[in-house]
Nanobody, 124 residues
């Protein structure tokens, strides 16, 4: 069992930056592929970024490339999403997800555990 808790969301002006954190419980964090997804009101949940369980590969949605960076700290069992040049269309609830030996890619079925989410609001 793995529990995930996101933090770092908030209100930011367009062009600003935020760093989201996702802290995981459990001692096998390094065996999980991690992903960040988001869901805006009235829209489906969409993939933002992910990192393979081995840490060797990262993935980004086209909307995140060049602006967002995913990273992890195994010693802290935490995965981060550094977001810069934020736009109003980035406004959403951001969710962290984990999948056992997962690739960290966009497929929802690869993830067994989800956090409760953190709200990001970008004002224009």
């Amino acid at each position: 069992q793995l529990q995930l808790v996101e933090s770092g969301g908030g209100l930011v002006q367009a062009g600003g930056s935020l760093r989201l954190s996702c802290a995981a419980s459990g001692r096998t964090f390094n065996m999980y592929g991690m992903g960040w997804f988001r869901q805006a009101p009235g829209k489906e949940r969409e993939f933002v970024s992910g990192i393979k369980w081995s840490g060797t590969t990262t993935y980004y949605a086209d909307s995140a490339k060049g602006r967002f960076t995913i990273s992890r700290d195994i010693t802290k069992s935490t995965v981060y999403l550094q977001m810069s040049s934020l736009k109003s269309e980035d406004t959403a609830v951001y969710y962290c997800a984990a999948g056992w030996m997962g690739s960290g890619n966009y497929e929802l079925d690869n993830y067994e555990y989800w956090g409760p989410g953190t709200q990001v609001t970008v004002s224009s």
